[in-house]
């Protein structure tokens, strides 16, 4: 049993930065992949970043080399660090937890990028 909350979210600039987190209450967080998806209006929702228990990471074509995603076993919370934003970046972001077939998502936090 986890509950993710997301956090961070906000309106930025294109061209800027947000650091979105996630925390989350249970146990054995550490044993858990966790990722973060994003929804915008009207399309699907998208995979973005993952980070496995081991530490490996794996990111959507068009957020490598801008966004970074990392965790802290210690205080249960894995980030997105989200640099050179742009409009297209708009969108509700989720956390996700996962491990043996078990599937939990948080509420969402909304990013939107805009002059």
């Known amino acids: 049993q986890v509950q993710l909350v997301e956090s961070g979210g906000g309106l930025v600039q294109p061209g800027g930065s947000l650091r979105l987190s996630c925390a989350a209450s249970?146990?054995?967080?550490?044993?858990?992949?966790m990722y973060w998806y994003r929804q915008a209006p009207g399309k699907e929702r998208e995979y973005v970043a993952r980070?496995?228990?081991?530490?490996?990471?794996d990111y959507t074509d068009s957020v490598k080399g801008r966004f970074t995603i990392s965790r802290d076993n210690a205080k249960n919370t894995v980030s997105l660090q989200m640099n050179s934003l742009k409009s297209e970046d708009t969108a509700i972001y989720y956390c996700?937890?996962?491990?043996?077939?078990?599937?939990?998502w948080g509420q969402g936090t909304q990013v939107t990028v805009s002059s």
């Open positions: 996700r937890a996962g491990y043996l077939g078990l599937i939990y």
């Open positions: 249970g146990s054995r967080f550490s044993v858990y992949n």
């Open positions: 980070i496995t228990s081991g530490g490996i990471t």
